[in-house]
């Protein structure tokens, strides 16, 4: 028996996706620590990677600093205003955590 990490419902251990909510269930967690100097070539590698649902940037003490909904298409145009945001906290931050969630 799986549950599911949104809602708390119970699902199938062959269950791709939660019959209530309709999150998948097979998403897992990376986590990256790298200088900030090197934050917006090591975003654009993850995206370019794909099957990535959503990227956190973490400081050093594990406070928020931008999460980034990564949707079908998200490159170019999408992505400039992020990388944007990503600038400004590499220009902030010595050193960022990067998580990602990625779907199986
Ligand atoms: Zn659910």
Redesign the pocket.
Known sequence: MKI?K??G?ELLDEAKF?H??G?PTETKEEEFVIDSENLIEKIKEIIHEGNVTKITIKDEKDKVLLEIPVTVGFIGVLLAPWLAALGTIAALAARCKIIVEKKE
């Open positions: 599911c949104k809602c419902a939660c209530i909510c999150s």
